[in-house]
């Protein structure tokens, strides 16, 4: 098996979309308006994440959770020229390391408090 999606419920996933979207480069494969809008956004490789609103089940408060416990790792080339231009669009600053294997790691957080982190390896994952 592989992954197929990772999923974020969250309460206006239409700005949320956007956000990732238009900050993050990533594209809307498919939409469902009803009843969650729900929408999958995929990185133009193998991951999708699927944004969506389910009213019964409690949002996380994000905001509140430590980034080590949740966050959203995107590769980047520059973790320092991503960050600013992810500021500047409304995320926030939570902390950066080099790590000793000369890892470059930037923690941000989107402007709904969704840890997401800014991820230069030494060494790529796979």
Known sequence: MKIEHV????????AVARWYQEHCGLRIVRHIPQPAQTHFLADGGATVLEIYCNPPDQIPDYRDMNPLLFHLALASTDPSADSQRLIAAGASWV???????????????DPWGVALQLCRRAKPLL
């Open 7 to 14: 999923a974020f419920n969250v309460a206006d996933p239409v």
């Open 95 to 109: 902390e950066e390391l080099h790590t000793p294997d000369g890892s470059h790691l930037v923690m941000l957080r």
